[in-house]
């Protein structure tokens, strides 16, 4: 009797773990054999990536960002590269949505940095005292509380709406210093704020993805190590000879951070 319920037990444990399995394959293949349709900002975009496509003029869509490179890898039915280097929300819901229908298989974004001022905080930081920079922040917060969720519900929406059988992988931002190391540029006291900031919008993000449904891939782990003044930054710090590549990742950012989000929930 003892044997009996234990080869049941054991039965019923691998046919979980294999329709789990399938599942997950099933997923994988949705995506594969669908269009994938990539959208979002600069991060998305691949801007501080390099390889930028010439024919996407100021989107800068980089070969080496997170989208492409899973393009590369999966060979999906079709791939729309719509991101774009200082999207917003609104940029997004105007002008990057034209490619998704029922055949879309995967949907990636990364937005709502830049509705939350992203090149304003990282500048009034750069240049000003400390208490500016933490003033600055605080206003992005209050943004990010009483604004971006409705902003980010229009965007997921929309999505939901024109791509109803799609996958949706919603990618955050990384923390951007290593902490409690000697590093030249900003004072502790703002490179705490910054990344304290980047765990703010993170959470908001993650919160509407849930909400709608949407996976939530969160790179700020794999950055971990990573982050400015580690020593092997996948993040660009202050660009004076291209500051548009200021504080975004690199292509080995793209590729060891992004990359992994993308295709462990796609």
């Given at each position: 009797m003892?044997?009996?319920?234990?080869?049941?037990?054991?039965?019923?444990?691998l046919?979980a773990?294999?329709?789990?399995?399938?599942?997950?394959?099933?997923t994988?293949?949705?995506?594969a054999?669908?269009?994938?349709?990539?959208?979002?900002?600069?991060?998305?975009?691949?801007?501080?990536?390099?390889?930028?496509?010439?024919?996407?003029?100021?989107?800068d869509?980089?070969?080496?960002a997170y989208?492409?490179?899973?393009?590369?890898?999966?060979?999906?039915?079709?791939?729309?590269f719509?991101?774009?280097?200082?999207?917003?929300?609104?940029?997004?819901?105007?002008?990057?949505?034209?490619?998704?229908?029922?055949?879309?298989?995967?949907?990636?974004i990364?937005?709502?940095?830049?509705?939350?001022?992203?090149?304003?905080?990282?500048?009034?930081?750069?240049?000003?005292?400390?208490?500016?920079?933490?003033?600055?922040?605080?206003?992005a917060?209050?943004?990010?509380?009483?604004t971006?969720?409705?902003?980010?519900d229009?965007?997921?929406?929309?999505?939901?709406?024109?791509?109803?059988?799609?996958e949706v992988v919603?990618?955050g931002?990384?923390?951007?210093?290593?902490?409690?190391?000697?590093?030249?540029?900003l004072?502790?006291?703002?490179?705490?704020?910054?990344n304290?900031?980047?765990?703010?919008?993170?959470?908001?993000?993650?919160?509407?993805?849930?909400?709608?449904?949407?996976?939530?891939?969160?790179?700020?782990?794999?950055?971990s190590?990573?982050e400015?003044?580690?020593?092997?930054?996948?993040?660009?710090?202050?660009?004076?000879?291209?500051?548009?590549?200021?504080?975004?990742?690199?292509?080995?950012?793209?590729?060891?951070?992004?990359?992994?989000?993308?295709?462990?929930?796609?």
């Amino acid at each position: 009797m003892r044997r009996s319920r234990i080869t049941a037990y054991v039965t019923s444990l691998l046919l979980a773990t294999g329709l789990a399995l399938t599942g997950a394959a099933a997923t994988e293949a949705q995506a594969a054999t669908g269009g994938y349709v990539a959208l979002g900002d600069s991060y998305a975009s691949g801007v501080g990536a390099g390889s930028y496509i010439s024919s996407s003029g100021s989107c800068d869509r980089s070969t080496n960002a997170y989208p492409y490179l899973w393009n590369a890898a999966h060979s999906p039915s079709s791939f729309s590269f719509l991101a774009c280097s200082g999207a917003t929300t609104d940029d997004v819901l105007s002008g990057q949505l034209g490619t998704l229908s029922s055949s879309t298989g995967l949907v990636s974004i990364t937005i709502g940095g830049n509705d939350a001022g992203f090149t304003d905080v990282m500048t009034t930081c750069v240049l000003g005292s400390d208490s500016t920079c933490l003033s600055r922040i605080s206003t992005a917060e209050a943004y990010v509380d009483s604004t971006l969720p409705g902003k980010l519900d229009n965007v997921y929406n929309a999505i939901s709406a024109k791509a109803p059988n799609a996958e949706v992988v919603v990618l955050g931002y990384p923390r951007f210093y290593l902490l409690g190391t000697t590093c030249l540029g900003l004072s502790s006291t703002k490179r705490t704020a910054i990344n304290a900031a980047a765990d703010y919008i993170d959470t908001a993000i993650a919160k509407r993805a849930a909400d709608h449904g949407f996976a939530f891939g969160d790179v700020r782990s794999a950055f971990s190590s990573h982050e400015i003044c580690s020593g092997s930054s996948w993040l660009h710090s202050l660009n004076l000879l291209d500051i548009t590549e200021s504080y975004h990742p690199t292509a080995a950012g793209q590729s060891g951070g992004y990359l992994p989000a993308l295709t462990s929930n796609a």
